[in-house]
């Protein structure tokens, strides 16, 4: 039997998380998250952190020798050649954490969690594509809330994905994460049930 892979993705800030959660204590579906990975990638003494440094110099670290992320995130979502470099030294390192957890896994239904699934070329690890949406408006307004960013700070991110209407344009499925909780949890419950049922 062909194990059924969900892609999880969406814009940044539109819920994935909320919907994640769900998906992993409702229906306990394992969860394999690639930002967990990316981490994993730059971590202290990697190979993928050591070419970092070396490109953009010892004050991206910090003192302790963990990755400046704000300091990081400053270049790269300002320079989009930038951005490129250092995806292309992870993507490949993400990729394969997914392959690797994908063939030891016993279970029948695994969730990816990709919020660069489209960006990063990572479609054909899944066999089904989930799209978290909201508006544009909700997701800048929650971003700025959640991350502490100036209004250019929140754009400059968002502008570094593919629009949310594009992801949503090419999705299975679309969870509209634009009204209440219970709303999108409706929406997810719906989708598991109609599969669960053919």
Not at 10 to 26: F, R
Not at 179 to 195: A, G, N, P, R
Request: aromatic content about 6%.
């Amino acid at each position: 039997m062909t194990k059924r892979l969900i892609g999880l993705t969406g814009g940044i800030a539109t819920g994935k998380s909320t919907v994640t959660n769900y998906l992993a204590t409702v229906y306990n579906l394992p969860i394999l998250d690639a930002d967990i990975y990316a981490r994993d990638a730059v971590s202290v003494g990697s190979l993928i952190i050591t070419q970092i440094s070396q490109r953009y110099g010892q004050e991206i670290l910090l003192s302790d020798g963990n990755l400046n992320r704000s300091k990081l995130g400053e270049i790269i979502f300002n320079q989009p050649e930038e951005r490129y470099w250092v995806e292309n030294l992870i993507h490949p390192y993400v990729r394969n954490c997914f392959s690797q957890a994908i063939n030891e896994s016993s279970a029948n239904t695994l969730v990816l969690v990709i919020p660069l699934l489209f960006e990063a070329g990572l479609e054909n690890l899944v066999n089904e594509i989930w799209v978290v949406f909201c508006s544009p408006e909700q997701q800048q307004e929650r971003l700025i809330q959640r991350n502490h960013l100036t209004t250019e700070q929140a754009v400059a991110r968002i502008n570094s994905q593919l629009s949310i209407a594009e992801k949503a344009a090419r999705a299975d499925v679309v969870l509209n994460n634009s009204s209440t909780l219970e709303s999108l949890l409706q929406q997810i419950d719906l989708v598991m049930k109609s599969v669960y049922t053919q």
